[in-house]
């Protein structure tokens, strides 16, 4: 198969990053859909000239209290935050010659509730039949630029999940795909095997935190002014930069450790992955 190519090299997106805040969206958007570079080589899946590729584009407002849900599993999702009030979506799409029908992006509003899906008309989404969704006849990777303090639930199947600069309640899932976010809010995020890196640069939340997984691996970066009660449990590798409790129960090393004043909560949770708890994020 010829391995389908990603949306934007790390270059570009971290000149994204630059431009965020003194560029309109357009052109943010332009730079974002920037052609792809293939990587890996053919095989049984055909030349170039056997798939499809397709970028597109697409703007919302958001309403006062909306929130963001996006679903993409057969692909990545990369998000960044805005100083525009709206949401702005960019997608590179790409199928095989075989596949009958082209997927769609769906962008609905539901009361203030924008929700982003990517769907083929002929595939089920694994919620629906309980296996994946991606293969390796079809793709989408998708850009997105939505405010810093808009509620966001985002889930990919195997495919890397990112989000920065988040400023509210966040909710991440994954089967087997990477997690990498930074946040000054609260965040849940599961995964069966992809690995978690997720950066806090403030502890001062509504909500507790938690990250669970069942072979990947979590790191925790916390800022040096963090106030919390953490929980660490795995049969992995356990090393922090905090002062820990830990005690073993059965195959289990359970870990607790209060830092400042203690009066948020984080749960950190993976059978066989290893956990690391960083300090120093100012």
């Known amino acids: 198969m010829k391995k389908l190519m990603r949306l934007a090299t790390a270059g570009a997106l971290r000149c994204l990053g630059r431009l965020q805040n003194r560029q309109p969206i357009a052109l943010i958007l332009a730079l974002a859909l920037l052609p792809a570079a293939a990587i890996g080589d053919s095989d049984d899946r055909g030349s170039a000239a ?19 849900s996006v679903r993409n599993e057969f692909g990545d999702i990369r998000i960044r935050t805005s100083g525009e009030p709206e949401l702005a979506v960019s997608a590179v799409i790409q199928w095989h010659k075989e596949v009958a029908d082209r997927p769609l992006v769906e962008i609905t509003d539901d009361d203030g509730e924008l929700s982003v899906t990517v769907r083929f008309p002929a595939v089920e989404l694994a919620t629906e039949r309980k296996q994946p969704g991606a293969t390796n006849d079809r793709r989408v990777d998708l ?60 502890t001062n939340w509504q ?27 795995t049969e992995g590798e356990l090393t922090t930069d905090y002062s820990l409790a830990i005690e073993r129960k059965d195959r289990f090393k359970q870990a607790v450790a209060t830092i400042g004043d203690g009066n948020q909560e984080l749960v950190i949770r993976t059978v066989k992955g290893a956990i690391k708890i960083l300090e120093g994020l100012p």
């Open 143 to 202: 850009a997105i630029f939505m405010p810093a303090d808009v509620p966001l639930q985002a889930a990919t199947w195997s495919g890397l999940l990112e989000a920065r600069g988040l400023a509210a309640r966040a909710e991440l899932s994954t089967f087997s795909g990477a997690v990498r976010f930074s946040s000054h809010s609260s965040a849940r995020v599961t995964t069966h095997r992809g690995a978690i890196h997720a950066a806090f640069r403030g």
């Open 207 to 233: 909500q507790s935190s938690s990250f669970e997984s069942v072979t990947g691996d979590i790191l925790v970066e916390l800022p040096t002014s963090a106030n919390l009660l953490v929980t660490a449990s």
């Open 50 to 68: 056997d798939w499809s590729i397709d970028r597109q584009q697409w703007s919302r407002p958001f309403a006062a209290g909306g929130s963001l």
